[in-house]
């Protein structure tokens, strides 16, 4: 039972424009959402989160977007650049499982120059 | 740049061998958290430590034991190895009060042949 789902194995962009990769959940208990941003053979990167209280939180060229009544959330990067390939992991955590992240199987992001 | 290191990078052990990581972290972060990450797969919750208790465990036999220390430091134990726990094993720290953003460690990468 996958309580989290990315159902993008991969997305491919141009430079410049704006990449959308999409999560999905199915515990309502979530109440922070975060993403990842990894390499190979490096650990994962911390890039953006949000609280189940807040709708969207921008920083920078990424911004989460958060819809509870769909269990859906996603990151926009504007724009995207050639360095944003990699793959993107989206995950939730409950405090009620003292904050244990549950990860999507993540989404590959290819940016073409 | 993290701050939380592991060691070693890489490790080949033999079914049925014992197996140690290790994983450092920086001052202040008093939770840890060790994960698995199959290939193709998003990494998955082995158990959670804060101050040298367990307050956290996924869904994986006691077979995989872990300890921290108070300087920051902690192990994954492994034993009676089978061939499908290879896989890279990333640790993640979290500061107090900022429980739910876990900064991962560049993982280790075990091969169990």
């Known amino acids: 039972d996958q309580q989290v789902k990315q159902n993008s194995p991969s997305l491919s962009v141009q430079e410049g424009r704006i990449s959308i990769l999409n999560c999905d959940y199915t515990n309502s208990m979530f109440d922070y959402f975060l993403w990842y941003k990894k390499y190979p053979a490096e650990g994962p990167t911390f890039l953006i989160s949000?609280?189940?209280?807040?709708d969207k939180n921008e920083d920078g060229r990424f911004t989460v977007f958060l819809n509870k009544s769909a269990k859906h959330l996603s990151l926009h990067i504007v724009p995207s650049q050639p360095g944003d390939s990699a793959v993107y992991f989206c995950?939730?955590?409950?405090?009620?499982?003292?904050?244990?992240?549950?990860f999507g199987k993540g989404t590959l992001l290819t940016v073409n120059p | 740049e993290t701050g939380v290191t592991q060691s070693p990078t890489h490790l080949i052990k033999t079914r049925g061998q014992q197996v140690t990581l290790r994983c450092s972290s920086q001052s202040g972060h008093n939770t840890v958290s060790w994960y698995q990450q199959a290939l193709g797969q998003g990494p998955q919750f082995i158990f959670q430590y804060y101050r040298e208790e367990e307050n956290g465990r996924g869904n994986f036999p006691p077979r995989f034991s872990g300890l921290q220390f108070p300087n920051y430091s902690s192990e994954l134990n492994v034993n009676a190895l089978e061939l499908n726990d290879s896989a890279l094993y990333l640790c993640?720290?979290?500061?107090?009060?900022?429980?739910?953003?876990?900064?991962f460690g560049p993982g280790t990468r075990l091969t169990v042949t």
């Open positions: 949000i609280s189940s209280i807040k």
């Open positions: 995950a939730a955590s409950a405090i009620s499982s003292n904050y244990k992240l549950t």
């Open positions: 993640a720290s979290s500061l107090d009060g900022r429980v739910y953003e876990q900064y």
